[in-house]
């Protein structure tokens, strides 16, 4: 299951999205996403987990929680349109 995570503090690195999950069960990546040019985080990320119950967990429990001053919003990860639809083919 892919989680996309909003209203991360722009301190929050992998390694902590990492470990804020995990303690509903096994993260398989998590991944901070962040601008190209500066390298500053850009306040979101995704968590992926393998079992789906675990990932439903996480999920619940994660949503609206506050984390370094900010609440955070978690939900199902939408798939990445291929390639040809971002240029509206």
Known sequence: MNLYISNLSFHTDDETLRTLFSAYGTVTSAKVIKDR?????RGFGFVEMDVVAEGQAAMKGMN??????????????????????????
Do not use: D, F, T
């Not at 040019?37 to 985080?41: A, D, I, R, T, V």
């Open 64 to 89: 609206n929680k506050e984390i370094e001053g900010r609440a955070l919003s978690v939900s199902v990860a939408k798939e990445k349109p291929a390639r040809s639809e971002y240029k509206g083919l």
């Open 37 to 41: 040019e500066s390298g500053q985080s």
